[in-house]
């Protein structure tokens, strides 16, 4: 399995690197980090949560998900799993009927929106990358981050979170102070 895990891993690089500066390689890093960090409480398959916390940005691109994990080798209840856990790493897909694996690979990107790095990324995010226009830009950050706080899905994610949360709820609160009319 740990060669098929550097295989992912060397696959969704190549992925990362075709994706905008928010969506990098380091966001993946980021998003594996966390998962690892959850999972040693939460006790989710490892190689899932590994191998799926890779592969999480193709929730977009399922198609291509699927073609890479037909070259992996994988048996088809792995190469299932694996799809279910990025298909399901969405807010309004996931819940807490989905597979723990996915739940936790959820939550560790929930986590690269948490906190002052997670505002800025974001807000970033929504100005170069979509276009929006700064008052668009903001809301859409705020909402973003409370939709993914609100669907945090695992004890240990919901309690890694918490001091981020925090911080954003603190620059929220002295946003509003400053840039009321």
């Not at 690089?13 to 390689?25: A, L, P, S, T, W």
């Not at 939550?107 to 948490?114: G, S, T």
């Amino acid at each position: 399995m740990q060669d098929c895990l550097q295989y992912i891993e060397t696959r969704a690089r190549d992925f990362y690197r075709k994706q905008d500066v928010f969506h990098n390689e380091r966001h993946g890093e980021r998003v594996v980090a966390y998962a690892l960090s959850i999972n040693r409480v939460e006790q989710a398959d490892r190689f899932l949560v590994e191998a799926g916390a890779w592969l999480h940005q193709f929730h977009d691109h399922l198609h291509e998900l699927r073609q890479l994990l037909d070259s992996t080798g994988l048996d088809e209840f792995i190469k299932e799993q694996l799809f279910q856990i990025v298909r399901l790493c969405r807010p309004h897909l996931i819940n807490e009927q989905s597979p723990l694996a996915a739940r936790v690979v959820f939550d560790a990107d929930a986590m690269d929106l948490m906190g002052a790095y997670g505002i800025t990324r974001e807000l970033s995010c929504n100005l170069q990358i979509r276009g929006m226009n700064y008052q668009q830009a903001v809301q859409a950050t705020r909402d973003v981050q409370r939709l993914f706080e609100e669907t945090l899905s695992t004890p240990t994610g919901k309690a890694l979170a918490h001091d981020q949360i925090v911080a954003a709820r603190a620059f929220w609160s002295d946003f509003d102070l400053h840039s009321s009319p």
